[in-house]
């Protein structure tokens, strides 16, 4: 927090390190059991999902993702990390542009002013001897040696624009098969990019990665050279025991996404194991279910309290939690992403509701635990 000499207070601003910007279009429309007497759970919510993926054109995405945008900027966001998966036409072929999607996505961001990561999702398969099912067919390229060669010619395209960044996202350890790993661990080291990874999400992802591998994911990215300082693991939510240690030894990063994963009933990350193993944290909104990216701030030591019973449980060395909370929110989130600093400040809205009684030595404190991005915010 910063003032100035009018008594003016800003922040860096933030960041949404894991976004699917099309998912913002699903808002509404998933919040109703899905069959009478039928289990609602996230493999359910999928099939809405996939619904949705069909029926994309590189109009309807573009047309989708500014308002995603549009949204985040509103609520003091400027940069983004886009988890790109849906490359190609319906049925699996490509466009005569292969880059067509992304390039619609990253239009979309840095028409409503923020900066992007465009993270080249890879997906390979419906799971172990399964090639890609229907609509998968749109996110699959067929070739480990396609995927790269896409993620090439991005990064060729936008090598010189200081507002883009490209990166690789191995999607699952269920969506790709484990000889891939190494290779895409290498690829972006060679090219000094972020590589990001849904990790640990479900229990049937480790189940299956058990049963393939006889490895847990985090085990498994580990014997494959996977994990390291360009390495985020995104959701990390059911961890063993000893997996934190290994993201925090390799320099790894782990981005939560609050908001998400309790709308999808994901259940509640070890935060206190990862805080502790020194894995450096990162938030993002993923499905857009609710554009709040202070409630994904204040929702990793929120979730925390609600899974331990306990208050003020994080141990930030020598920061406030709201110190500590905010830098996961805005810088290190942007680090993820590729970009050096947050993208700017945010001049705070002194005469908000959410901020009256609060003094100047708490308001940092007020604003993460009870401050309402639109009102807290003033956002040109």
């Known amino acids: 927090m910063i003032f100035d000499a009018d008594g003016v207070a800003t922040l860096t601003a933030l960041t949404s390190a894991h976004s699917h910007a099309f998912q913002r279009a699903l808002r509404g429309n998933a919040q109703r059991a899905a069959s009478v007497g039928g289990v ?23 047309a989708i993702s500014r308002v995603a945008y549009r949204e985040l900027f509103r609520a003091g966001v400027r940069t983004v990390g886009e988890f790109h998966y849906v490359h190609h036409q319906p049925d699996g072929s490509p466009y005569a542009d292969r880059l067509l999607m992304a390039e619609a996505v990253i239009e979309a961001a840095l028409s409503e002013g923020l900066r992007v990561c465009l993270l080249r999702v890879v997906y390979a398969r419906a799971g172990r001897g399964r090639g890609p099912e229907g609509v998968q067919r749109r996110f699959s390229d067929g070739s480990l ?43 972006a080291e060679k090219h000094a990019i972020p590589l990001h990874m849904h990790v640990a999400e479900q ?20 014997e494959r050279g996977v994990l390291g300082s360009r390495f ?20 790894a990063r782990v981005c939560l996404c609050p908001t998400t994963e309790r709308d999808l009933g994901d259940g509640l990350p070890n935060v206190t194991a990862l805080v502790t193993a ?56 942007a680090e993820a992403c590729g970009f050096e600093d947050a993208g700017g400040r945010l001049t705070i ?21 009870g401050g309402a991005e639109r009102e807290v915010f003033l956002v040109p």
């Open 145 to 187: 040696e396609v995927s790269l060669a896409d993620t090439e010619a991005l990064l060729s395209r936008y090598a010189n624009h200081p507002k883009v960044r490209v990166g690789l996202a191995p999607h699952s350890v269920r969506a790709v098969p484990p000889a891939w790993l190494g290779e895409l661990a290498e690829f």
């Open 232 to 251: 985020v693991a995104v959701h990390a939510t059911h961890l063993a025991e000893h997996e934190p240690a290994l993201l925090g030894a390799s320099g």
């Open 40 to 62: 609602d759970d996230f493999w359910s919510w999928r099939q809405a999902l996939y619904t949705l993926a069909s029926e994309l054109t590189p109009e309807s995405i573009h």
């Open 349 to 369: 809205n002194r005469n908000a509701d959410s901020l009256a009684l609060v003094t100047d030595g708490h308001l940092l404190d007020a604003l993460v635990f």
């Open 278 to 333: 020194g894995v450096r944290l990162c938030v993002g909104i993923d499905s857009h279910v609710v554009t709040a990216p202070l409630e994904d701030v204040r929702g990793v030591e929120l979730g925390e309290r609600l899974r331990t019973g306990r208050r003020t449980v994080l141990s930030w060395k020598d920061d406030t939690p709201a110190q500590a909370l905010w830098r996961i929110g805005s810088t290190l989130g």
């Open 203 to 222: 229990p049937a992802e480790i189940e299956a990665c058990l049963a393939e591998t006889g490895m847990r994911p985090v085990e498994l990215l580990a």
